[in-house]
């Protein structure tokens, strides 16, 4: 069993001790997942290309809280949809390397057209 299924197994766990199963619906994981990304986006909202790769230890606190907040519903909705998220990034990931020739997008960030 990997990391993930025991994040998974472990938010499962929490959410059944506390009778929270009937408000985790994949809507209300969703959005919860979306207000937890929110809050990630604002601690970078204001700074610069260069202070946002060099966070002090403040805000690398901050960020790592809402990345773990982030993570938890992730994986939390994709255990309800019956997703697996590794696999899921796989296959992302190959779709891209098919519509992304390195020859023709290498350096730039154009959007490639469907496939």
């Known amino acids: ?10 938010m499962r766990e929490f959410a ?9 619906t994949p809507k ?5 997942l979306a207000g937890e990304v929110g809050e990630l ?3 970078f909202q204001w700074l610069t290309p260069a202070e946002s790769s060099a966070l002090d230890e403040e805000a690398t606190a901050r960020v790592r809280a809402e990345l773990g907040d ?4 992730l994986v ?11 696999r899921a990034a796989h296959d992302k990931l190959d ?3 098919r519509r992304y020739d390195p020859g ?6 154009r959007k490639a057209p469907p496939l």
């Not at 069993?1 to 472990?10: S, V, W």
């Not at 209300?28 to 919860?32: I, K, R, S, Y």
């Not at 023709?104 to 960030?109: F, V």
């Open 16 to 24: 059944q001790a506390r009778d929270w199963e009937r408000f985790h």
């Open 95 to 97: 779709e891209s390397e």
């Open 1 to 10: 069993m990997g990391e993930l299924e025991r994040l998974a197994d472990r």
């Open 76 to 86: 939390r909705l994709a255990d309800l949809l019956g997703v697996d998220l590794v």
């Open 28 to 32: 209300n994981l969703a959005m919860a």
């Open 70 to 73: 982030v993570t938890a519903y």
């Open 104 to 109: 023709l997008y290498r350096g730039s960030a």
């Open 41 to 43: 986006v604002a601690e």
